[in-house]
């Protein structure tokens, strides 16, 4: 079965400074997806960021990028410049290539503060 | 296009009541999965609807079913409610491609109060 697994609970950041949030996951598969969401104190969920395993270049989205290492199957998020509004829950999550199901896989999530 | 609606937003039941909650997804996604949230046990997968069939069940007891319409609408039900079902249940969608499904998009979430 796949596991996800976030080993940090909680993390905090300086406003403006850099941020690394780790993820690593288990599978025998070689062609899947990964995730990042964010859950704000709203409790939408809201998708961050997404890497295709067989991409070897890492995903970025503004301000926010991975580093995708699928030897290590480690897959980590940085943010850089932090804001207030990046203070959220963060979800690694997990899904492999297939037609016959759609199941996620989600680790236990990384609470971020945001320190102004 | 309109995000994924969830309705009721907020439910509050007690203890053997069954509850039935809606979520309607994105236009033109036909995969939908539910999910419950809760503190101690994070997300936890219940179930997908594809095409109006049930593809993959997480484990969760049967009084947690499921339904999907021929315009993708799901539904699902909880009977005879426990203290333990309170939760935030979250419903995605997903456009189904070639390769499955890419991403989800996830709803507001219904949030449910079992007294």
């Known amino acids: 079965a796949q596991t996800v697994t976030q080993s940090q609970p909680e993390m905090s950041v300086q406003e403006a400074e850099t941020v690394t949030l780790s993820c690593t996951y288990d599978?025998?598969?070689?062609?899947?997806?990964l995730f990042w969401y964010k859950q704000p104190p709203s409790r939408q969920m809201i998708l961050v960021i997404r890497?295709?395993?067989?991409?070897?270049q890492n995903a970025t989205e503004n301000r926010f990028s991975v580093n995708f290492q699928k030897a290590a199957k480690s897959f980590s998020l940085k943010i850089s410049d932090s804001q207030l509004g990046d203070a959220a829950m963060y979800f690694c999550?997990?899904?492999?290539?297939?037609?016959?199901?759609?199941?996620?896989?989600f680790g236990t999530g990384t609470s971020l503060t945001v320190i102004p | 296009k309109a995000g994924v609606t969830q309705t009721p937003r907020y439910l509050i039941k007690t203890r053997g009541q069954q509850v039935t909650l809606s979520c309607s997804p994105i236009?033109?996604?036909?995969?939908v999965s539910w999910y419950q949230q809760t503190p101690g046990q994070g997300l936890q997968f219940l179930f997908e609807?594809?095409?109006?069939?049930?593809?993959n069940k997480g484990n969760f007891p049967g009084r947690f079913s499921g339904r999907q319409f021929s315009n993708s609408r799901s539904e699902m039900n909880v009977s005879t409610l426990e203290l333990g079902d309170s939760a935030l249940y979250l419903c995605?969608?997903?456009?189904?491609?070639?390769?499955?499904?890419?991403?989800?998009?996830f709803g507001p979430g219904t949030r449910l109060l079992v007294l």
């Open positions: 995605a969608s997903s456009l189904i491609r070639g390769r499955g499904a890419e991403t989800q998009y």
């Open positions: 599978t025998s598969e070689s062609d899947y997806y």
């Open positions: 890497q295709e395993a067989y991409k070897q």
């Open positions: 999550a997990y899904r492999r290539v297939s037609n016959t199901g759609n199941q996620f896989y």
């Open positions: 236009s033109g996604h036909r995969s």
């Open positions: 609807y594809f095409s109006e069939t049930q593809r």
